[in-house]
């Protein structure tokens, strides 16, 4: 029959020879549900619809990543460092372009576990979405990018995807990680605001003797893109930020700087701009709020940060300049920001004090090696790490629901009651027809039919038990119904109300029994419907 009206599923049934419209509402583990009802329809083995648009949505954002990694890869530069940065960052994107379809083909397929991911990816590129729309002043990017994820967090949120992916009782846990993920974005969203008002109050640096002097230093570090060297007087340590459009920021004291301090200043910062350092740390920073409870992932990326000063110090000092003498320039611009405290961007800062003791000791150590490491062995190195991120990810994601991704084959394995509970909440059969079908027909049916529409094609077994009849265990044999869109734990209320037996989950299969008939021996909390 079809629904009338889009409120509830209601159902023709002959009970005890007789027949006529009634409306039937059971209820699962607590809570209500009706065949048809919001419940019933996103609990399903296939997604709601707002999950599957999601999923597109994310599906696309996985294939701009991977379109754009082969603009890069196609566009490398000429020189061998050019080369391999550009190399290194495409191969990065064609991951992480990779990974979003992955996540996307999970939503489609009707994985539980993909959900997540989805989220978070959206929540840590709201910040992308800012920085293109604000710093980078790219607005037509920055919208589409913007547009795209929040309708894709509106959708993943919809009480329909939430109550689809995500059991009763298992929120609270969820909702304390999304909440600190929340947070750290936040974070990161007013670090970018102080960014844009910092430039915006900045001026070009006009100097043409200074000018050349940043020239002449870029050419000498193998350089292609051009950097929008900048002074604020709100900024007191020179500091890097951008990735397609560089900026170099100094503070307003550096114009009287001497010129030795200046050229050293605005080596280390470009040395940042050409290892791609800023768009690394950003790297960082998403990584650290996916795994925010984890102290770990807080410690690398401290030590990422160390070890990509220390790297821009060795341009430095490569040159000739007095280990000495820089020491004594970081300490300077240390004790300089000390009363007004350092400027709180989401920049990469010529010197901060939680990375100044391991830098001066590398500074002055006489015995460090200050040569460069071949950046085509980093970026391959790089690429191995993120692969085995990836696949580590993915296995910690598969474990967190191992009943929705690879529950145990009831062949070889018993499934327990929780994982056939949720099965039966879960499966929806589209429509239902018996016509004074036997009962060992019917179950013999929905064995069949649960089999059909699991997602990883085990199903359920159901047996009716043997038993003697008597006058108090009298059951009708014939069954007649006709329903669409019900759940299958609903699906078998209705069979009992017709036939006088009751049902319960016994270990691997669910079980039929009159109703006069002394329930079995079973576990404790194991449903069972009469």
């Not at 809570?31 to 919001?38: H, N």
């Not at 929120?171 to 844009?196: N, Q, S």
């Not at 340590?237 to 560089?246: C, D, Y």
């Not at 800023?278 to 770990?296: D, E, G, I, M, Q």
């Amino acid at each position: 029959m079809r629904r009338p009206g889009a409120g509830r599923v209601r159902r023709r049934a002959a009970v005890d020879g007789g027949g006529g419209w009634s409306d039937s509402a059971t209820r699962v583990g607590g809570v209500s549900t009706r065949p048809g009802s919001a419940n019933s329809e996103t609990r399903g083995s296939r997604p709601p619809i707002a999950v599957r648009a999601a999923a597109a949505l994310v599906g696309l954002q996985g294939l701009v990543g991977v379109g754009f990694a082969g603009y890069l890869m196609l566009n490398t530069g000429a020189g061998a460092q050019g080369m391999g940065a550009m190399l290194g960052e495409g191969g990065m994107f064609l991951l992480l372009g990779a990974a979003l379809l992955a996540v996307a083909a999970g939503l489609v397929r009707g994985r539980f576990w993909a959900r997540t991911p989805a989220i978070v990816v959206q929540l840590l590129l709201l910040p992308v979405a800012y920085s293109l729309l604000v710093p980078s002043r790219q607005i037509l990017a920055g919208a589409i990018t913007a547009i795209v994820v929040l309708a894709t967090l509106l959708l993943l949120l919809s009480p329909p995807a939430r109550t689809w992916a995500m059991p009763d009782g298992a929120t609270l846990g969820m909702g304390v990680w999304l909440a600190g993920i929340f947070l750290l974005v936040v974070y990161r969203l007013a670090g970018a605001l102080l960014l844009h008002r910092c430039r915006r109050s900045s001026s070009r640096l006009q100097d043409d003797e200074r000018e050349t002097m940043a020239a002449s230093i870029g050419t000498d570090l193998g350089m292609t893109r051009r950097v929008d060297i900048r002074v604020s007087h709100s900024c007191q340590v020179p500091a890097t930020w951008g990735t397609w459009r560089p900026v170099v920021m100094l503070p307003a004291a550096a114009l009287d700087w001497p010129q030795e301090w200046l050229e050293s200043a605005l080596r280390h910062e470009m040395g940042h701009v050409r290892n791609y350092d800023h768009l690394k740390r950003l790297a960082a920073f998403l990584t650290c709020a996916f795994y925010w409870p984890n102290p770990l992932v807080w410690l690398a990326a401290k030590q990422l940060q160390l070890a990509q000063e220390e790297a821009s110090d060795n341009l430095v000092l490569r040159v000739g300049v007095s280990p000495q003498a820089y020491a004594i320039q970081l300490i300077e611009l240390i004790r300089s920001t000390a009363s007004r405290g350092l400027l709180s961007i989401p920049a990469v800062a010529m010197a901060r004090p939680s990375t100044l003791e391991g830098r001066l000791s590398a500074i002055l150590d006489d015995t460090r090696n200050r040569a460069g490491a071949d950046r085509r062995l980093i970026m391959a190195g790089t690429g191995l790490a993120a692969v085995l991120g990836l696949a580590l990810g993915a296995v910690q994601l598969r474990a967190a629901e191992p009943a929705a991704v690879s529950p145990p084959t009831p062949s070889t394995a018993k499934p327990g009651v929780a994982l056939i509970q949720h099965k039966l909440d879960s499966i929806i059969i589209d429509k239902v027809h018996f016509n004074k079908a036997d009962v060992g027909e019917v179950l013999q049916f929905l064995t069949v039919k649960s089999k059909e529409l699991d997602p990883d094609k085990e199903g359920i077994n159901f047996v009716l038990r043997v038993f003697t009849p008597t006058p108090e265990n009298h059951v009708h044999r014939e069954v007649s119904i006709t329903l669409e869109n019900v759940p299958l734990a609903d699906l078998l209320d209705y069979v009992t109300q017709q036939t006088n037996l009751k049902w319960s989950i016994q270990d691997n299969a669910v079980y039929f029994a009159p109703a006069g008939n002394p329930s079995p021996e079973k576990s404790p909390g194991t449903p069972s419907r009469e």
